[in-house]
């Protein structure tokens, strides 16, 4: 009897030790979580969990609750032959513009695009569950602070699932559920005719990609492997496997590329002996201190929630070491399709829109990964731009692959002249607000200083002028000829000077003088910008905003480079309010989702609090879809757009989010702003932990309409220069020692302080 208690006891301790003694989940309500009554019955309306890395989603498929898994590098890197060899150059593109002979260039760099269906980005698997009939879900919950997706049963039985948030795994837990309940692998359709009825730019069947069905080995009862091979040498392998513990299943899966190494069936084998335990813990731990970063607290609540929303999906999305987030990231189509425009990197937009808020929000570790992958890729894209533009330096492809090569497309767009003048405000960016020495010196300032020597060499001198040789707006008169200027575009004329002007400013934050003299005197030869008749900016030369239009690039200069701006004087001003007043105008007709986004950074910065929440709650209310997701058009047929569809795409979520943070806290002029752009109505605002430029950590207090308290700390003792943002007198604690010129505080600060400013 004694042996049989010995035993007992020694089971029940291998068992804690092995993870399994608690397989419940533990997890905390927040009033910001996704919660329904129901399992989305399409993949882009299911519950999203991701790492960067990997991706699912949850959501019911016919009759199985069903977990699509995915993984960030899964991709078809085929190379259109179009996009090398001779002609594969802009100087053959000028020539064809010249003759107004365009077809052929349609032809070479944008049919491609539509015709072939790789490159792309490529999904994994999907994990089914068999669902019930007589037992009906009783509720869906996404536990956003813990990253935890529950779904409820009116039987009683539930499941949980996460996907690690560092670790390439995912885990379910099924409670009250017999011991012959176990999941399916399902893979892709590579062999399948699919047909896709759902108008979400999804134009490819993945049967076109010609690829064999890979092959599904069960390993015993609990363990399945597929192994799937894709273009060339590529291949990916999905594992999962699972054990019964009492009434509990408790299951883990991973996805991995041959692109990164590792073994999916070693890395489940190793999971499944460590137990689940720590693995949640750690995850815990991580979601934990993510979400300490920053919080806002706004009385508009459809706002809020949604901001919350975005946060949660930069917590699914970026890591130091990730790859940047393309069109859909971690969360390709499940629908037997290749994604909407493949899944790839749009960067005429939608990868810096992106990551707008990764700067005030105080994610910059995460942010990171933007910069690290644009820097790993500087060969490839230098021998691009020596190859299509003929010159030294850096530009990048616009539309591009995982590693950063050309897929073609609108060639105006997807080869365009300042493609990385725009990505370089990043690597700017992350420098004015983490004012790290050593990113400057190795990282910043080389980046900036290659997409300078490339304008200096590509741009001509007319009439005394330097200028483009070919201009262009996106995405104004689309892939046609006349989308080509020959006069250069106020977007253009935006980000060359950007490029030359922080080239300059950044040189001389290095002591290189006569570098930064050198910019100096690029910039000045740059034309002005474009003014209408009725003081607005225009698209180009001769051609005026006249008419809805998504893109609001010719207002780049505005918003996001800050190179027009109302503390500039009245004349800028001027400009600003003229030219969001076009906006206003000619209306939203033919607007997506990011365009109202957009649109709330611009009116923020025109300190309009109460336009920028009404395009906030546009966006929120009519163009996501019920979990979140930025669904393109007007989901809610209610005039706010012409276009209706619904492809899924991330950008317009990220900038949203950028939106909210510009109404509470400015540092683009490095002057402080706190509370710039809020509506009259909201009385009780604040926020805790939002970074401003020259890294300063800010938090801030509104009561009853009135600020009443600001909380700085100085990360690296830079000189802090703030508005003064109180009716009345204040006090000061942790430094006495400040100016006041026109209505800005400026005192100098040492590593480490902390400054509090009181409304007395």
């Known amino acids: 009897m004694k042996n049989i208690f010995y035993l007992l006891s020694l089971i029940g301790v291998l068992s804690a030790c092995n993870g399994y003694d608690d397989v419940q989940l533990s997890v905390t309500s927040d009033i910001h979580d996704l919660k329904f009554d129901n399992l989305a019955k399409v993949w882009d309306e299911a519950m999203p969990l991701g790492n960067a890395t990997l991706g699912s989603l949850v959501w019911q498929k016919e009759s199985n609750l069903r977990m699509s898994i995915d993984r960030v590098d899964l991709w078809d890197l085929r190379h259109s032959k179009e996009l090398e060899g ?14 107004k002979d365009y077809k052929p260039v349609q032809q070479r760099f944008d049919y491609p695009y539509d015709a072939y269906p790789g490159p792309s980005k490529i999904p994994g698997a999907g994990l089914e569950f068999p669902l019930d009939s007589t037992d009906n879900v009783k509720h869906v919950h996404l536990y956003q602070k813990q990253a935890v997706c529950e779904v409820i049963w009116e039987s009683g039985k539930t499941m949980k699932c996460f996907v690690h948030a560092e670790k390439p795994l995912g885990w379910f837990v099924f409670n009250e559920v017999s011991d012959d309940f176990s999941p399916v692998l399902v893979p892709p359709s590579y062999n399948k005719k699919v047909v896709n009825k759902a108008n979400d730019q999804s134009s490819h069947g993945l049967w076109k990609l010609g690829y064999e069905q890979g092959d ?48 999916a069936s070693s890395f489940i084998d190793d999971a499944m002996n460590k137990g689940i335990s720590s693995y949640y813990d750690s995850h815990i731990a991580w979601w934990d201190n993510f979400n300490s970063r920053s919080s806002i607290s706004i009385p508009d609540k459809v706002i809020e929630k949604q901001y919350y929303r975005e946060v949660y999906k930069i917590g699914c999305t970026a890591r130091e070491n990730s790859y940047p987030i393309s069109l859909q990231s971690v969360w390709t189509a499940d629908n037997g399709q290749l994604p909407p425009w493949k899944g790839d990197y749009h960067h005429d937009l939608n990868t810096q829109l992106s990551y707008w808020p990764f700067y005030t929000g105080n994610y910059l570790k995460e942010g990171y990964g933007y910069l690290h992958t644009l820097w790993g890729q500087l060969a490839e894209n230098k021998s691009y731009t020596k190859q299509y533009f ?38 700017y960016l992350h420098w004015k607000y983490s004012q790290d020495r050593e990113f400057l010196r190795t990282r910043a300032y080389p980046y900036i200083k290659d997409v300078a020597t490339y304008l200096e060499q ?23 000829l006349e989308a080509w200027f020959h006069d250069m575009t106020n977007f253009d ?7 030359f002007r922080v080239a300059s400013e950044l040189a001389s934050e290095l002591d290189l003088n006569e570098e930064a003299v050198h910019w100096a005197s690029l910039e000045a030869e740059l034309p002005p910008y474009l ?42 001003a001027s400009l600003i309010d003229a030219s969001i ?38 966006f929120a209310e009519c163009f996501c879809l019920p979990n979140g997701f930025h669904a393109n058009g007007d989901q809610s047929k209610s005039d706010k757009s012409k276009f209706t569809y619904r492809p899924f795409t991330l ?29 009259d109505s909201w009385k009780d605002v604040s926020f805790e932990k939002f970074r401003a430029m020259g890294a300063f950590i800010v938090s801030a207090e509104m009561k009853n309409g009135n600020t009443k308290k600001v909380r700085i700390i100085s990360e690296k003792g830079y000189s802090l220069h703030m508005a003064i943002p109180f009716d009345g007198k204040f006090k000061i604690k942790g430094n006495k020692g400040y100016t006041i010129k026109d209505g800005v505080i400026e005192m100098d600060t040492n590593t480490g302080d902390i400054i509090e400013f009181i409304k007395l």
């Open 86 to 99: 001779d002609g594969f150059s802009f100087n053959w593109l000028y020539n064809q513009v010249q003759k």
């Open 651 to 679: 950008e317009g979520n990220m900038a949203f989010a950028a939106g909210v943070q510009e109404m509470l806290l400015q540092s683009h002029t490095c002057i402080i702003r706190i509370f710039p752009a809020i509506p």
């Open 216 to 263: 599904i080995e069960r390993i015993g009862e609990d363990k399945i492997v597929y192994h799937q091979k894709g273009w060339g040498d590529f291949f990916y392998d999905v594992a999962l496997k699972w054990k019964h513990v009492g009434n509990s299943l408790v299951g883990v899966w991973s996805v991995t590329s041959s692109l990164s190494g590792g073994d």
């Open 531 to 572: 003014v209408d008749d009725d003081g607005a900016l225009c698209i180009a030369k001769g051609f005026k905003y006249n008419a809805s239009h998504r893109h609001f690039s010719h207002l780049l200069a505005i918003h996001p480079l800050g190179l027009i701006d109302k503390s500039h004087g009245e004349k800028e």
């Open 458 to 480: 590509f741009t001509v001198i007319r009439n005394g002028i330097r200028t483009l040789p070919l201009s262009s707006s996106p995405e104004f008169h689309n892939n046609s």
């Open 390 to 427: 003929g010159t030294d330096g850096l530009n990048v492809s616009g539309v591009c692959t995982l590693i950063g090569r050309p897929m073609g497309g609108w060639c105006q767009y997807a080869m365009g002249p300042t493609v990385s003048a725009w990505l370089s405000q990043h690597f």
């Open 581 to 618: 007043s076009k906006l206003d105008k000619y209306g939203p007709d033919w607007w997506c989702g990011y365009s109202y986004s957009w649109l709330a950074n611009l009116k923020a910065r025109a300190f309009d609090g109460a336009g920028a929440a009404e395009a906030l709650h546009t």
């Open 493 to 499: 004329r935006g980000l060359v000077r950007f490029a």
